[in-house]
């Protein structure tokens, strides 16, 4: 018989390897802004991409399921604040190409589905 419970690793799950893309490719987007761009948006940009990933991670690691959801909460926050907000802001400025926009939200729209499936099934698992 298979054990329901086996621990799967942080970095197999699909939702932290999609967070870690988008943190790629914001720091692809980052390098090539120039002084200005970077100190007005591109810091708060990437400010809020990277601890999407770092949310998630934390909370893979915390015990009760609301502890987990928590961050997980806080992740989805930073990443709307990256996705919806400042990613949008650099596109509209035409501070990054119709490409690389492209592909951060081919993403971002993958990982924004994961995600609330992600925090779905933690609640399912607390009553299971």
Same mark, same amino acid.
């Given at each position: 018989m298979e054990n329901k419970n086996t621990y799967i690793n942080l970095k197999d799950l699909e939702v932290y390897q999609l967070a870690r893309e988008l943190s790629r490719l914001g720091w692809e987007? !980052?390098? %090539?802004?120039?002084?200005? #761009? %970077? /100190?007005?948006? &591109?810091d708060q940009f990437i400010e809020s991409t990277d601890p999407v990933g770092a949310n998630i991670a934390e909370g893979? &690691?915390?015990?009760?399921?609301?502890?987990k959801i928590k961050f997980y909460y806080n992740a989805r926050g930073s990443?709307?604040?990256c996705n919806e907000h400042w990613v949008e802001l650099l596109y509209e400025r035409k501070k990054i190409?119709?490409?690389?926009?492209? %592909?951060? /939200?081919?993403?971002?729209? %993958?990982?924004?589905? /994961?995600?609330?499936?992600?925090?779905?099934? #933690? !609640?399912?698992? /607390?009553t299971a």
């Open positions: 987007i !980052y390098e %090539k802004l120039d002084w200005q #761009t %970077k /100190k007005i948006n &591109g893979y &690691g915390r015990f009760h399921f609301l502890d990443f709307l604040e190409s119709e490409d690389i926009y492209r %592909k951060y /939200k081919e993403v971002a729209n %993958k990982f924004f589905l /994961k995600l609330n499936n992600f925090i779905a099934a #933690t !609640y399912r698992a /607390k």
